[in-house]
């Protein structure tokens, strides 16, 4: 798996946006606050997460 953190593509350099790092799970956190954590999700529940942003 790609261990990178990706910030999202409506970023436009600003950095008020989430990133997201794909490993055994999907890991999502805020730029603005890093150190805070991040929300771990199941690749199922990454997918329809997304499959309900595009429809």
């Keep these: 798996m790609d261990e ?3 910030k999202s593509s409506w970023t436009q350099g600003e950095s008020n ?5 794909l490993t055994a799970r999907v890991e ?3 730029t603005k606050d ?6 771990d999700l199941a690749p ?3 997918g329809a997460f997304l499959a309900r942003l595009g429809g």
């Excluded at 946006?17 to 790092?21: A, I, K, L, T, Y």
């Excluded at 890093?34 to 929300?39: F, V």
């Design 4 to 6: 990178a953190w990706r």
């Design 17 to 21: 946006c989430v990133e997201v790092r």
């Design 28 to 30: 999502v956190r805020d």
């Design 34 to 39: 890093r150190p805070g954590g991040q929300i």
């Design 44 to 46: 199922a529940a990454w």
